[in-house]
């Protein structure tokens, strides 16, 4: 018997699974010194592939944009072998391929973005914990830029590079520590993020009671590419904030949180910033294809679609552009987030986060955690200010600057 047990440890320990997967998508390959951008998408558990749809959904908007630069993406084998591989084929991903190791974890990731010298951008799929970092596969692997040496990797940006981390809660810290360590502008969430899918409509709703009683979700894509997208194609997700506070498995943000991915820019110009952030509305999957000569009401009109909430409620989306209209021109303010707004700038915001933790083990404990707000107003003014900066951004990027 400890013969056989011997055999099957050698086994496993000789034979690990298939770890993670890489792919590229479009018809560039990888070469290290093309401009390149990269998806990361880690363990979904109970979401299925629908990580994976989102970063297929972004990954058709840089090739249609950036037809000569790279896409490389880095994703855990969420289905296991065969079924992924076929599955990211069907979504256009090509050079599909397995890596073995027993997990998806942070030395996988970095050792991949080492093999190239020019990333512009980096987008994030997965779950995460504000204080543990982004999940990669299971509890234990995670993109941890507090312990894990990210900042090795700076020398890797384009002087126009960003970084957005759909994940939940991924502004607190997570965000501002990749700013400071990759010297980019890096967008992140300040509550729990879920998925939307477009409708006929012409909007972006989550499937759930917000979407509209009337009307229902499209098959084919006809607003954010230039041509036509089948929805089973991986064209037809995305990730976005809710509109109210986070409560959940690590506790009650209730002080505390935004209903928009917040920019950060620790190291970098204003300009460069608000340059950053319009080139990601160009980039993202919203209402209708954009580009740097599309007009500002073209522009706005996918700006609004990421400030505002994705409510089934058309009135709720026209108050939220109509109140940040009006305090552009008026110089006032306007909140549309459905709880208690932070206040905060590209360097972070006037908040403290803290949990309890276990003794014994020193990990936090689960439910224990809460924001203390430290916003010297009732008014915050964080979301009239990304507003602007979206719009100082869009006229840098068409006047050349």
């Known amino acids: 018997m400890k013969k056989i047990f011997a055999a099957l440890v050698s086994l496993m320990v000789s034979s690990p699974a298939w770890a993670y997967i890489t792919a590229t998508y479009g018809n560039m390959g990888t070469d290290p010194n093309t401009r390149t951008h990269i998806l990361i998408v880690g363990k979904g558990n109970e979401l299925s592939t629908l990580l994976q749809t989102s970063a ?6 840089y090739a249609e944009l950036y037809p000569n630069e790279q896409i490389r993406l880095i994703s855990v084998n969420e289905t296991g072998g065969k079924d992924n591989l076929e599955l990211l084929a069907s979504y256009g991903f090509k050079n599909v391929e397995e890596h073995r190791g027993f997990n998806f974890d942070t030395t996988d990731v970095m050792s991949e973005m080492e093999k190239f010298n020019k990333i512009a951008t980096v987008d994030i799929y997965s779950h995460s914990v504000a204080y543990y970092g982004v999940i990669l596969d299971g509890k234990f ?8 040496g990210y900042q090795k990797l700076a020398n890797r940006f384009t002087k126009d590079a960003y970084a957005y981390l759909h994940g939940c809660n991924s502004g607190q810290f997570l965000a501002p520590i990749l700013s ?18 477009l409708h006929e409509n012409g909007q972006w709703y989550f499937d759930d009671a917000r979407k509209p009683n009337e009307g229902k979700f499209v098959g084919v894509n006809k607003k954010t590419y230039e041509r036509n997208e089948n929805c089973s ?9 809710d509109n109210h506070n986070y409560n959940g498995y690590w506790g009650s943000f209730s002080e505390g949180g935004l209903g928009f991915f917040k920019f950060f820019c620790m190291n970098n110009t204003t300009q460069d910033c608000q340059k950053a952030m319009a080139r990601s509305m160009i980039n993202a999957v919203s209402v209708k294809p954009i580009n740097v000569n599309s007009s500002l009401e073209d522009y706005k009109d996918v700006v609004f679609d990421w400030l505002c909430p994705a409510s089934g409620l058309q009135e709720k989306r026209d108050k939220c552009r109509q109140g940040l209209e009006n305090a552009v021109a008026t110089g006032g303010t306007y ?5 208690k707004s932070l206040q905060c700038d590209f360097k972070g915001c006037k908040a403290k986060f803290k949990c309890q933790r276990m003794p014994l083990v020193d990990l936090l ?4 955690c809460e924001v203390i707000n430290l916003r010297e107003s009732t008014k915050t003014t964080t979301q009239v200010n990304e507003y602007k900066a979206y719009l100082e951004g869009f006229k840098l990027l068409q006047a050349g600057k």
């Open 56 to 61: 297929a959904a972004k990954a058709k908007k």
């Open 233 to 241: 194609e991986g064209a037809c997700r995305r990730l976005f904030p």
């Open 180 to 197: 400071l360590q990759w010297n980019i502008p890096v967008a992140g969430s300040f509550t729990s993020t879920d998925f939307n899918r």
């Open 335 to 339: 909140d549309s987030f459905g709880g």
């Open 365 to 368: 404990r689960p439910g224990s």
């Open 141 to 148: 692997n995670r993109m941890d830029p507090k312990r894990d």
